[in-house]
């Protein structure tokens, strides 16, 4: 017998399925929408912490894995790197990954060589004139 309902454990009210939040595990969430979102309410600080840590902790693995510096000038400051597809498309590839972070995408990917690391002024510098001016005085 299929039902069309289900109990949320914490407010334990007999709700419609459309009330909960699908889930990959179980089907259904335990725990229907509007809980959902008055524990986010309640926790959403350390939620947030919690996520920034997460992609911080993601980025650094994925610094670590393409060299931690600059494939172009050497600049190794983590805040100024930036990943970097080799062979262009960025903006076409986040657009197709949707929302989900790059790094998470990256390392769930198993590091695929389309990347590279880059400094934010080598990364810009290629995007506005196609060349790096650290590669424009070696080729001069």
């Not at 929408?33 to 911080?56: D, G, M, P, T, V």
């Not at 990917?109 to 060349?131: S, V």
Request: aromatic share 10%; glycine share 8%; charged share 25%.
């Amino acid at each position: 017998m299929v039902t069309n309902t289900r109990v949320c454990i914490n407010c334990k009210t007999e709700k419609q399925l459309s009330d909960f939040y699908p889930s990959k595990e179980t089907g259904w969430g335990a725990y229907c929408k509007s809980c959902c979102a008055k524990n986010y309410q309640e926790h959403r600080i350390e939620f947030l912490e919690r996520q920034k840590i997460r992609r911080i902790e993601r980025r650094n693995i994925c610094l670590e894995h393409y060299g931690n510096q600059c494939a172009c000038c050497g600049e190794k400051t983590k805040e100024f790197l930036a990943i970097d597809h080799i062979n262009g498309g960025g903006s076409k590839h986040r657009k197709e990954i949707g929302r989900a972070s790059i790094y998470l995408w990256i390392i769930k990917n198993n590091f695929p060589p389309i990347f590279r690391i880059l400094c934010h002024n080598c990364n810009q510098a290629i995007g506005y004139y196609g060349i790096c001016p650290h590669k424009r005085k070696i080729n001069a």
